[in-house]
């Protein structure tokens, strides 16, 4: 079989590398958005849990909570803020 | 289903007998359909080679400072910082003159709110007594003039001397958002004035050599030198990425929140010369707005303060 005669785009350096870092930034920004989805819905779920077992404790919960929500939610900006680096400042 | 004898909280029935299912639905329709009719009528212009979006982010000189080969320039980082630093004090001072016993001000209620957070919640959570009591006013500063920092990033000024309009012959610098605190050097020095902190209160509290033993987790009395140096070592290298991680979580935070919206506000469109993704983005726009004014800009003065104190309460005591 004639390989070139099938229309594939010219394959340049700047394409692909223009690709890989199309592809960076997706896939890091994506999957590192997956894991701090799971991390935050986990410790919301774990607070409600633990306020519908001892209500008078939510008050002290409150400020933990919040730390761990921000804790958590920071790993989905880093992922995004390095892909944007990688995608425009490389 | 139940569409025609749905009834409003109040009690009186719809007047359409539409189920809320079916109105998002068309709602989203009719949301679809006009971006769809924009890309139809202004189609796409191709991808825009002249706009960077990385260059909102760029400090330009305005006035160039060069001392020994230290570059000193005065840009859109150190105005910022001025702006936070000048909205905390006048804030404050302006408060604590008009003090009155019963609070008559709304102002004055929320800075009490405000106080209250930093006094008991921030600092009485980590620390306690005599530390506390040392440490409060800078873990309060922190705590303020990040939150002044991170909301000043949300008001759009004229600073973006890159592109200019005019305004009754006046030539105008155009608004753009930026903060003290999405320029990494900024929190940087943050994090280092708190590391340094942490570890002369660490060793003034407990002396020089202790403070280091105090490093090593409690219950590894019966383990041999060499296992102790490895998990001294794991230590000294967790007391190093806390550099990292409290530097780079207040940055990134407010960097990418500032991203999103200029890409959700317009930029992506104009990158990618669709107008008509503007159209579909700017609701979005609105959304992280709402959510980076509402939740972040406070989350992250609050968290960084928080952890500040922690990390002063972690080096004073006696149990590690």
């Not at chain 2, 009186?12 to 989203?28: E, H, N």
């Not at chain 2, 060499?226 to 806390?242: D, T």
């Amino acid at each position: 079989m004639d390989l070139t005669a099938l229309p594939l785009a010219e394959v340049t350096d700047e394409g692909v590398k223009g690709a890989g870092k199309a592809i960076a930034l997706g896939v890091g920004a994506g999957l590192g958005s997956i894991g701090a989805g799971i991390g935050v819905g986990f410790i919301f779920g774990k607070e409600i849990e633990s306020v519908a077992r001892q209500p008078e404790m939510k008050s002290d919960l409150e400020s933990i909570r919040w730390l761990g929500f921000a804790l958590t939610e920071a790993v989905a900006f880093y992922t995004f803020i390095f892909g944007l680096i990688a995608f425009f400042l490389s | 289903m139940e569409s025609a004898t749905v009834t409003a909280p109040g009690g009186a029935p719809k007047r359409d007998g539409m189920s809320t299912k079916a109105k998002v639905f068309i709602g989203l329709g009719i949301y679809l359909a006009v971006a769809i009719l924009l890309l139809l009528i202004f189609g796409n212009a191709g991808k825009n080679e002249e706009f960077k979006p990385q260059n909102e982010f760029k400090l330009e000189p305005w006035v160039s400072i060069h001392l020994a080969g230290i570059d000193l320039s005065i840009n859109k980082a150190v105005l910022y910082l001025v702006l936070a630093s000048l909205a905390t004090i006048g804030t404050m001072v302006w408060i604590a003159r008009r003090m009155q016993q019963k609070p008559n001000s709304r102002v004055q209620t929320a800075v009490e709110v405000a106080y209250d957070l930093t006094k008991n919640t921030i600092t009485g959570g980590s620390l306690s007594g005599e530390l506390a009591r040392k440490w409060f006013p800078f873990i309060g500063a922190l705590f303020f003039w990040i939150w002044f920092s991170n909301m000043l990033g949300f008001l759009p000024l004229p600073t973006n001397t890159e592109h200019h309009f005019t305004l009754f012959g006046l030539e105008i610098p155009s608004f753009a958002i930026y903060a003290a605190t999405a320029n990494i050097a900024i929190p940087l020095v943050l994090t280092l004035v708190v590391w340094l902190s942490y570890h002369v209160e660490g060793i003034r509290a407990k002396g020089f050599v202790p403070y280091f033993k105090s490093w090593l987790p409690p219950g590894l009395e019966e383990m041999s030198p060499v296992g102790k140096g490895a998990i001294f070592i794991i230590e000294v290298i967790s007391h190093f990425v806390r550099l990292i991680s409290l530097s780079v979580r207040l940055f990134a935070n407010i960097l990418a929140g500032h991203l999103l919206l200029l890409f959700m506000g317009g930029g992506l469109a104009v990158l990618l010369g669709i107008a008509a993704l503007g159209a579909l983005t700017f609701p979005l726009a609105f959304a992280f707005f709402i959510f980076e004014v509402g939740l972040v800009a406070t989350l992250q003065a609050f968290i960084f303060s928080t952890l500040s104190a922690i990390y002063i309460g972690g080096a004073t005591s006696a149990t590690h």
